[in-house]
Nanobody, 126 residues
Framework: QVQLVESGGGLVQPGGSLRLSCAAS????????MAWFRQTPGKEREFVAA????????DYGDSVKGRFALSRDNVKNTLDLQMNSLKPEDTAIYYC???????????????????WGQGTQVTVSA
């Protein structure tokens, strides 16, 4: 059983940056997808970004394209999310997820992922 642990959340001013990290307790074998989702109270989990292995196909949610970027370290089994130009609407709990290798059009579907972290709070406020 793979465990995912997120870190790096916190309070940041609008326009600032944060870097989230997801550490996996073990390498997910074979072909897989790692992703970040976020959730605010009363809303469904929203797709943020995902990357596949092998092939490193990436995709981002429309609301974060051009501001967020993924970075994966296969030796350390970590997946980082660099978040720049943060906006108040980026405030949410951010979750790391892992699952089988998906096609790009399925990245957004939270039900496709088998492993989830406990989440880390990101608050963007002046």
């Amino acid at each position: 059983q793979v465990q995912l642990v997120e870190s790096g959340g916190g309070l940041v001013q609008p326009g600032g940056s944060l870097r989230l990290s997801c550490a996996a307790s073990a390498r997910i074998s074979g072909r897989y997808t790692m992703a970040w989702f976020r959730q605010t109270p009363g809303k469904e989990r929203e797709f943020v970004a995902a990357i596949t292995w092998p092939g490193s196909i990436q995709d981002y949610g429309d609301s974060v394209k051009g501001r967020f970027a993924l970075s994966r370290d296969n030796v350390k089994n970590t997946l980082d999310l660099q978040m720049n130009s943060l906006k108040p609407e980026d405030t949410a709990i951010y979750y790391c997820a892992g699952g089988p290798r998906l096609i790009r059009s399925s990245f957004w579907s939270a039900t496709r992922y088998s492993y989830w972290g406990q989440g880390t709070q990101v608050t963007v406020s002046a």
